[in-house]
C-alpha cells in the first residue's frame, strides 16, 4: 500500500498510489489527499483521520480535490469519520473532489448527507 507524503514538487501520484500530506494550521488540521482513495489505501487515511480525531484541532479538513479516484470502501471509511464527528464534536469537514469523484457520493445519495464545502476555509453547504 503504497502512502506518501505530498510536496510540491513531486508529480501526480501514479495507478494504484494515494499521496496523504496532514499538516496542522492553528486549530484546523488539515489532510490532503491525493491519487486513489480504495481498498488498499483507505487503512492509511483511516489511522491518519483517527490519529488527528485525538487531538485539539476544533476543525478536521480532508480536502479531496486531488483524488482521482474513490471506491466503496474510500466513501464507506469517509462516511464513518463524518459519523463519528457528528456523534462528538461535528469538527469534520470535507472539501468537494473532482466532478467524478463527487459522482460517487451522489450514487451513494451521501452529498447533502455529509460535511461538503467548495473551497478550504468555505462554509458547510456551499
Given at each position: 500500500m503504497p502512502i506518501h507524503g505530498l510536496c510540491a514538487d513531486l508529480p501526480p501520484p501514479g495507478p494504484g498510489v494515494l499521496q496523504i500530506h496532514s499538516v496542522r494550521d492553528g486549530g484546523t488540521h488539515r489532510i490532503r489527499l491525493a491519487g486513489e482513495l480504495d481498498l488498499t489505501t483507505a487503512d492509511g487515511v483511516e489511522q491518519e483521520l483517527r490519529r488527528?480525531?485525538?487531538?485539539?484541532?476544533?476543525?478536521?479538513?480532508?480536502d479531496l480535490r486531488e483524488l482521482t479516484f474513490i471506491d466503496s470502501m474510500g466513501v464507506r471509511m469517509l462516511f464513518h469519520a463524518g459519523m463519528r464527528s457528528s456523534q462528538g464534536t461535528d469538527r469534520l469537514v470535507l472539501t468537494r473532489g473532482s466532478t467524478a469523484v463527487q459522482?460517487?457520493?451522489?450514487?451513494?445519495?451521501?452529498?447533502?448527507?455529509?460535511?461538503?464545502?467548495?473551497?478550504p476555509g468555505g462554509t458547510l453547504g456551499a
Open positions: 488527528v480525531e485525538l487531538t485539539d484541532a476544533h476543525v478536521i479538513l480532508v459522482r460517487i457520493f451522489d450514487i451513494c445519495d451521501l452529498t447533502t448527507r455529509m460535511p461538503f464545502v467548495d473551497e
